[in-house]
């Protein structure tokens, strides 16, 4: 059976007071938990491009293996 999640693997939920709860996968067993405001969330590249280099950190701080 292959993966549920991807490295990928996200969540958007746009709340009703304007905010955006963004849910990104970092690990096989971590996720970032994003509160954003939905006018931020435009450059959603830039949000997933650092995301990307925090997951980044965190393997080689913690040796994680590649997911």
């Known amino acids: 059976m292959g993966k549920v ?3 990928e693997s996200a ?3 746009r709340l ?3 905010m955006i709860l963004y849910l990104r ?3 096989p067993f971590l996720a ?3 509160l954003l405001k939905e006018d931020a969330f ?3 590249a ?3 491009y650092n995301i990307t280099c925090f997951k980044q950190a965190l393997q080689k701080a ?3 293996p590649n997911s």
């Open 5 to 7: 999640y991807d490295s």
């Open 11 to 13: 969540s958007v939920i």
């Open 16 to 18: 009703d007071s304007g």
């Open 25 to 27: 996968e970092v690990g």
């Open 32 to 34: 970032l938990v994003c």
């Open 42 to 44: 435009t450059k959603r």
């Open 46 to 48: 830039l949000i997933d």
């Open 62 to 64: 913690f040796r994680l």
